[in-house]
């Protein structure tokens, strides 16, 4: 399993030019396993790639009641002690903010957006020009529906994105790998999972497409990669052009 799992991450460090000499990285870690899942793999390929770069791994800590913060920062620094440079810990209220009456958005819509906004801000603090963040294969396929579905466009998240005219990076190694194989990965490393307290975790739209596309895929095993494969073959010719 981990060989695999190395294997499609370098797969995709190397088809979309991830990593180079000397980054310094900031690694997103919610505590969940797909986050530990990929600062666990990046610091293996940091041992052996044949390029020298740097980790710093971070949390958000959107404010739902008891935290976990304690517990992670012990379990990053002690497992990979001196493989990174400590974990950077921010505590804000912007789970609650998101839920509260003032929000007139999506809960998830308003927190992702002011957790990736500070995210840019301590990469920037602490000398990053790339952001590492743990979105899968199957997060890919939801976000494309989930923009078809509830913004009118076709589109989704990239391996790896630029901003602000290319001067930084978001990149998302484990672009290739399928959610279950990160769930088989972390039960045979023995990765834990801090689980944070969100209300609206569950009750989604990504979770309502995510299940289903799972009927889908239940229903014929070649789904998942015939989709995968589409965002990259685009019939441009077939595509309506509105006016």
């Known amino acids: ?111 992702s957006r002011l957790r990736r906004k500070r995210l840019f801000e301590l990469a920037r603090k602490h000398g990053c020009m790339k952001l590492a963040l743990g979105h899968n294969k199957d997060d890919l396929i939801e976000t494309l529906f989930i923009n078809i579905f509830y913004a009118g466009k076709i589109g989704t998240m990239k391996p790896n994105q630029s901003f602000f005219g290319g001067c930084f990076e978001i990149i998302r190694p484990l672009s290739y790998v399928e959610k279950h194989e990160i769930n088989s990965f972390a039960k045979v490393c023995d990765l834990p999972e801090f689980v944070n307290a969100c209300p609206s975790a569950g009750h989604t739209r990504r979770q309502d497409v995510a299940d289903m596309l799972e009927r889908m895929y239940q229903q014929n095993k070649h789904i998942k990669g015939n989709i995968f494969r589409a965002m990259g073959n685009i019939a441009t010719d077939y595509l309506l052009k509105m006016s």
């Open 1 to 111: 399993m981990t060989k695999r799992l190395m294997h499609l991450l370098g797969k995709a460090v190397h088809d979309w030019r991830m990593i180079q000499e000397n980054d310094r990285i900031m690694v997103g870690v919610s505590g969940g396993t797909d986050s530990l899942t990929l600062f666990h793999l990046l610091v293996s390929l940091k041992k052996r790639a044949p390029v020298t770069f740097e980790l710093i791994p971070v949390y958000i800590d959107p404010g739902f009641g008891e935290s976990f913060i304690k517990k992670l920062d012990s379990y990053i620094n002690e497992r990979y002690k001196g493989d990174h440079q400590g974990l950077v810990v921010e505590e804000t209220d912007y789970g609650q903010l998101a839920h509260s009456d003032e929000n007139k958005e999506s809960p998830c819509f308003l927190c």
